[in-house]
């Protein structure tokens, strides 16, 4: 079955980064687009950014030019380093796989990022 398993989340001050990493199994990782969500507490899921089977990014604007999405396939993991990281972007964050359409198919457990000022 599919499993995406994340790592990666915790506290940080304001202006730090971290990475996350998610790591995929059950599938064939390099055949479907993936991507990040978070959910804020009080707000709606969003989506933060998201890659397809090759090369090609999307990102919400406001973490474009903060966060970078990758993956590597060979190790069947997908990436999200978040630099300059602000206290609204304080929530939990989903690794998701897409269906052929676009949407979110299938949701990591969450790992929550906390940012400090």
């Known amino acids: 079955q599919v499993q995406l398993v994340e790592s990666g989340g915790g506290l940080v001050q304001a202006g730090g980064s971290l990475r996350h990493s998610c790591a995929a199994s059950g599938f064939t990782f390099s055949s479907y687009a993936m991507a990040w969500y978070r959910q804020a507490p009080g707000k709606e899921r969003e989506l933060v950014a998201a890659i397809s089977s090759g090369t090609s990014t999307y990102y919400a604007d406001s973490v474009k030019g903060r966060f970078t999405i990758s993956r590597d396939n060979a190790k069947n993991t997908l990436y999200l380093q978040m630099n300059s990281l602000k206290p609204e972007d304080t929530a939990v964050y989903y690794c998701?796989?897409?269906?052929?359409?676009?949407?979110?198919?299938?949701w990591g457990q969450g790992t929550q990022v906390t940012v400090s000022s």
């Open positions: 998701v796989r897409l269906d052929r359409s676009g949407q979110p198919e299938y």
